[in-house]
């Protein structure tokens, strides 16, 4: 099997596997009083000072997930109904589902939400978005970069044009951590999601920053830690995995980016000669700036996808039509809808997403199977 379907979820790296074991093992509540308790809230104060430095963050800001949704969730709901009663959301209509399906769920309680247009290269208009603000916006929410095409998205002058005017931004960073840098502060931002098994930590941990003097109103409830924003126990040994994890990624950022970019263009450029360009299209930035260097998004004109993927499946090559939240469902991806990709290869489109352990070889020869793949059908 080739697995080029690291955007729904990495292996895990060894060493984190290796980091985790003692604290899976030794026990401590991070929270008592005794020596188990003391070294378990010191490896927990660890990961936390750890990611908080690779992510430009202040410590006291990261909080523990159980993954990507819950963060994005608890930002969210925690942003919007900082205030009591409804009020107005400025979000994209290209939005991961953990992002979407809250921003709907206030629209259904009342809240009036925008979603302004983005262009046929996915990327959305900050400026736009701001047009939409109002005395009522509680929230404006967009994601750092696609997880269908890897479209990175000016997340930056969206806070930088709502901030000044007291309205928080969340942005879904959940494909961007651990694939290109991320500065919390620099970007400017109110808060931000993350998720360990997208750079090959472990499942069932994320995080959330949120900036020190924001208004989050939790909505879990059960005890104090992580000042109550978010109760309950701390899992240790999946913090620590999360640390590593990001950790393992900054020792070698650049090398894997331009490895990554490398493998990335080089399966497109392979595909495209054997098949041509008028049968395989790039859905996405044009711009390799704007980009993820680990994804690619390619539509393969007059070809099902559903039925392609399934060849694919059976020739040893993982991928997928999208996101892998979507309920399994064929339906049009959302995100090529929002960029109005011709029907042609609105059904035909297919993503490959790279991950740290990709080799020159896996790529060629997933090229020569996707080809054959295409030319027997």
């Not at 992002?99 to 979603?115: I, S």
């Not at 042609?344 to 020569?368: K, M, P, Q, W």
Request: overall charge neutral.
């Amino acid at each position: 099997m080739i697995y080029l379907d690291h955007n729904a979820t990495t292996p895990m790296d060894p060493e984190v596997l290796e980091a985790m074991r003692p604290h899976f093992l030794a026990g401590g509540n991070a929270e008592s009083r005794h020596a188990a308790g003391r070294r378990a809230r010191r490896a927990w104060e660890d990961a936390r000072e750890s990611v908080a430095r690779i992510l430009g963050a202040d410590p006291s800001e990261v909080i523990f997930t159980s993954g990507g949704t819950e963060a994005n969730n608890l930002a969210i709901f925690g942003l919007a109904r900082a205030e009591l009663g409804p009020g107005h959301v400025v979000s994209s209509p290209i939005e991961h589902p953990a992002v979407a399906e809250p921003v709907a769920h206030l629209q259904a309680d009342g809240f009036d939400v925008d979603r302004p247009e983005v262009d046929a290269e996915g990327l959305a208009d900050a400026r736009r978005m701001a047009e939409c603000f109002g005395g009522r916006t509680r929230l404006a929410t967009l994601m750092l970069a696609n997880n269908e095409t890897g479209a990175i998205q000016p997340v930056q002058e969206l806070a930088g044009l709502a901030i000044p005017r007291g309205i928080p931004v969340h942005t879904d960073a959940v494909q961007a951590v651990g694939r290109i840098p991320v500065h919390f502060h620099a970007l400017g931002v109110s808060s931000l999601a993350a998720s360990a098994h997208k750079f090959h930590g472990p499942v069932g941990v994320g995080l959330l920053l949120v900036k020190r003097g924001v208004r989050l109103r939790s909505w879990l409830l059960g005890g104090g830690q992580q000042q109550g924003r978010r109760p309950g126990t701390v899992a240790v040994p999946l913090a620590v995995g999360l640390a590593k994890a990001l950790e393992l990624w900054h020792a070698q950022a650049a090398a894997r980016s331009a490895r990554w970019a490398s493998l990335r263009d080089r399966l497109e450029s392979t595909l495209i000669s054997a098949l041509g360009p008028g049968r395989v299209v790039r859905n996405g930035p044009g711009d390799d700036a704007r980009r993820l260097p680990q994804t690619l998004n390619l539509g393969f004109v007059g070809l099902d996808g559903d039925a392609l993927l399934m060849k694919l499946d059976l020739a040893g090559i993982a991928a997928s039509l999208g996101s892998a939240c979507s309920s399994g469902a064929s339906r049009p991806s959302p995100t090529l809808l929002a960029m109005r990709v011709p029907e042609d290869r609105l059904r035909s489109s297919v993503r490959f997403s790279l991950g740290a352990a990709t080799t020159d070889a896996d790529i060629d020869e997933a090229a020569a199977r996707i080809i054959e793949s295409i030319r027997t059908d």
